[in-house]
């Protein structure tokens, strides 16, 4: 990795982006002090970030968590790793199942529990001690449906009150509540985007109409700066000025352009992130 540089804020829900090999596990590892980095700094509230460990939450990609453990048995294993009071613990772990929906499940084997609920009871283990920056590696990529929908779920609950750095290539499944994305590509950020700004441009919309001969030569004939087929009925116009639908329709009408649908077009996260990274 080189050239990274950026902050969070507190409160933030931070998406960090990339595909296979982007560099997304080594920077979190670098920030929570698993691996040393080099040159350069992590900081946590302007002070070197390994004085505030007990303030960071981790979940990597693969908990080991043993399989012959109860949820409970395991959450008191790791907290005494990592340093917490059996009475702390022994209020706090039926706090913390129950946050994470694993309520009546305290007894439960970790090897019979669903791959959902096995990564809720990793959320749990990392939420024991009260962190204020939880970070979460890859925390749906190997689940199904219903598994990353339950995870999703919980970290929509987190966000209202911790900071929150969640690393995935699953940009669905974060779309719903991060605050902002942090793009990376072969060891540096190539984009940092408020998921805000994504809402805000207003230059581009998406039209249906009937097809015709000639319609897209039509349609580039009209003064927009680029024309885009998806469909033989669906285009993309991107003009320059602020675009309003009212004077679009007219003044496709008034070229004999039959339009059956107009929207604003808002580009997702989705096809940011593959314009950054793709090689093509």
């Not at 409970?72 to 613990?89: I, P, R, V, Y």
């Not at 309520?103 to 283990?125: C, D, F, H, P, W």
């Not at 920056?133 to 990353?148: C, F, K, Q, T, W």
């Not at 004999?256 to 096809?271: A, L, Q, R, W």
């Amino acid at each position: 990795m080189s050239d990274i540089s950026f902050s969070i804020s507190e409160g933030e829900c931070i998406g960090l982006l990339g595909p296979n090999g982007a560099g997304k596990t080594t920077l979190i590892k670098c920030i929570t002090g698993i691996s040393q980095h080099e040159e350069g700094e992590v900081l946590f509230n302007s002070v070197p970030i390994m004085q505030h460990k007990k303030n960071i939450g981790y979940l990597s990609q693969h908990t080991d968590f043993k399989p012959w453990m109860t949820c409970k048995e395991s959450l008191l294993f790791f907290g005494k790793l990592s340093g917490l009071n059996t009475a702390f613990l022994q209020e706090r772990v039926s706090d913390v199942l129950k946050e994470v929906g694993l309520t009546g499940k305290e007894n439960y084997k970790v090897e019979q529990l669903s791959g959902g609920m096995k990564q809720r009871l990793g959320i749990a283990q990392a939420i024991l001690h009260q962190p204020l920056l939880l970070i979460l590696d890859e925390p749906v990529s190997a689940l199904d449906p219903i598994g990353r929908n339950e995870v999703k779920n919980l970290i929509t609950r987190l966000k209202k009150r911790m900071t929150i750095m969640i690393s995935t290539h699953i940009l669905d499944d974060i779309a719903s509540f991060c605050d902002r994305y942090i793009i990376m590509k072969d060891g540096k950020i190539v984009g940092d985007i408020l998921n805000e700004s994504l809402k805000l441009d207003r230059k581009q919309i998406l039209i249906k109409v009937s097809p015709t001969p000639q319609i897209e030569k039509t349609l580039r004939s009209t003064g927009f700066e680029q024309v885009k087929c998806i469909s033989p009925h669906t285009f993309l116009l991107t003009g320059a000025e602020k675009l309003i639908l009212r004077e679009i329709a007219n003044d496709l009408a008034a070229n004999k352009i039959d339009v059956t649908g107009i929207e604003f077009y808002e580009k997702g996260i989705e096809e940011i992130f593959l314009e950054m990274v793709s090689n093509i």
